[in-house]
C-alpha cells in the first residue's frame, strides 16, 4: 500500500484493474486501517476518474452475494448520500411509491454514514428486518412489488471498512459506490447524486450497460434528489435536462422544509406520515416529485405530469402504504 499512496499522492490515477485489485485486497484485509484511511482520503482531495470507479464496481460486483430474481424487470431508486443535507428519507419513500403504482422496485440501502437516518435505518426502526435469503426476498417483491437489498448482507467484503468510513464520518467513494453495485443488477434505475461531475460519470457508466434505462439527479443547489428548492439537473440515456419545479407542476419549497429531524425516531415518525399521506406540502411534493422521475425511467411514454399524478394517486389510494405493510409482514 505504501507504493499505491505515493503513487497517488503524485496525483497519477489508477487503472481499472488496479482499482479493482486494490479494492479486493482491502477486502481480504491486506492493509491496515491506517492505510485505508489514507486510501480513502485521496478521493476527498481529488476527483474519482472513470476507469477508477469502474474498477472498484467490478470488485464489488464481483464479491457480492447474488440476488436473482429470474428476469423480472424492476427499478432501483438509490442516492448516494453525502450531500451534508439531513433531508427525510426522500428517495426510500419515493421506492414504496413507485412499488404502490405498479413497479417492481429493488431497493438497495445502507445504514446512514454522513446521514443521520439512511434507507436501512429508519426501515430498520419501523420493524424491517434484513434479509439476503432469495425466498423471502422474492416472497416480498411478489407480495408488495418491493423488496429491499441490505448493502452490508449482500457486499461482507466491505465490513472491513464499515468501521472506518463510520469513524471518518464524511462522504467517501464508497458512498459513490452503493447505487451502482445492486446485486439484483436492475435494468432501470434512477439515482441522486451529490455534484455534477459525477452525474456525469454515473451517465457515462450506466450507458455503458446494454439495455440500461436511468435517470441521474442532481439539484443544483446541491441535493443528491430532487429537493423542489430550486432547479435540478436529470441526466437519462438519451437527454440531458435542467427542470425546475413548475416543469413538474410544483411549487418551490424552502429548505427547512425538507429537514429529516434529528433521530432515527424523528425520521421514522416523518417516513409513517408522509407514505399516509399526511406529511406536509413540501414533504408530499418532494416525493412524489422522485416517484415520478422513476416512474418515467420505467414508462417512457408518459409525461412528467403524467408520472407525477401516478405517484400522487399511489399515496392518496393507499396503495404505497399498503406497500409498505405487505413488506414488513412479508419478512418472516
Known amino acids: 500500500m505504501k507504493k499505491i499512496l505515493t503513487y497517488l499522492f503524485e496525483h497519477k490515477k489508477l487503472s481499472r484493474a488496479e482499482a479493482r485489485e486494490i479494492l479486493v485486497n482491502i477486502s481480504r484485509n491486506v492493509y491496515n486501517e491506517a492505510q485505508v484511511a489514507a486510501f480513502i482520503t485521496v ?6 476518474s472513470e476507469e477508477e470507479l469502474q474498477g472498484f464496481v467490478d470488485a464489488l460486483l464481483e464479491m457480492a452475494v447474488p440476488a436473482d430474481f429470474e428476469g423480472q424487470e424492476t427499478i432501483d431508486l438509490c442516492g448516494t448520500g453525502g450531500d451534508g443535507k439531513n433531508t427525510f428519507n426522500i428517495s426510500t ?29 429508519v426501515l430498520e426502526t419501523l420493524g424491517y428486518r434484513f434479509t439476503n435469503d432469495p425466498d423471502t426476498l422474492k416472497r416480498q417483491l411478489d407480495k408488495s412489488n418491493i423488496c429491499f437489498l ?11 471498512v464499515a468501521p472506518i468510513r463510520k469513524q471518518l464520518g464524511v462522504k467517501t467513494f464508497f458512498n459513490m459506490l452503493g447505487p451502482l453495485v445492486n446485486p439484483a443488477k ?29 435517470a441521474v439527479l442532481h439539484a443544483l443547489d446541491g441535493y443528491d434528489e430532487i429537493s423542489l428548492t430550486g432547479n435540478f439537473k436529470v441526466k437519462t440515456h438519451s437527454s440531458d435536462r435542467i427542470l425546475a419545479p413548475a416543469d413538474l407542476g410544483m411549487k418551490t419549497v424552502r429548505q427547512e422544509d425538507i429537514h429529516g429531524g434529528d433521530t432515527r ?36 411514454a408518459l409525461s412528467l405530469r403524467d408520472a407525477v399524478a401516478a405517484a400522487e394517486e399511489s399515496v392518496k389510494s393507499g396503495r404505497a402504504f399498503q406497500s409498505f405493510k405487505n413488506l414488513i409482514e412479508a419478512v418472516a
Open 150 to 160: 441490505h448493502a452490508p448482507l449482500f457486499h461482507p467484503a466491505m465490513k472491513t
Open 43 to 48: 478521493y476527498l482531495m481529488r476527483a474519482i
Open 265 to 300: 425516531e424523528d425520521a421514522a415518525a416523518i417516513f409513517l406520515h408522509v407514505l399516509k399521506g399526511a406529511g406536509s406540502p413540501a414533504q408530499q411534493a418532494v416525493v412524489a416529485a422522485n416517484a415520478a422521475i422513476a416512474i418515467q425511467t420505467f414508462s417512457p
Open 93 to 121: 419513500l419515493a421506492a414504496f411509491v413507485v412499488a404502490g403504482a405498479g413497479y417492481k422496485v429493488t431497493k438497495h440501502g445502507n445504514s446512514g454514514v454522513s446521514s443521520k437516518c439512511g434507507s436501512s435505518d
Open 186 to 214: 436492475p435494468k432501470y434505475q434512477m439515482t441522486g447524486v451529490f455534484n455534477l461531475e459525477l452525474a456525469r460519470l454515473y451517465a457515462y457508466l450506466f450507458q455503458k450497460q446494454a439495455g440500461k434505462r436511468f
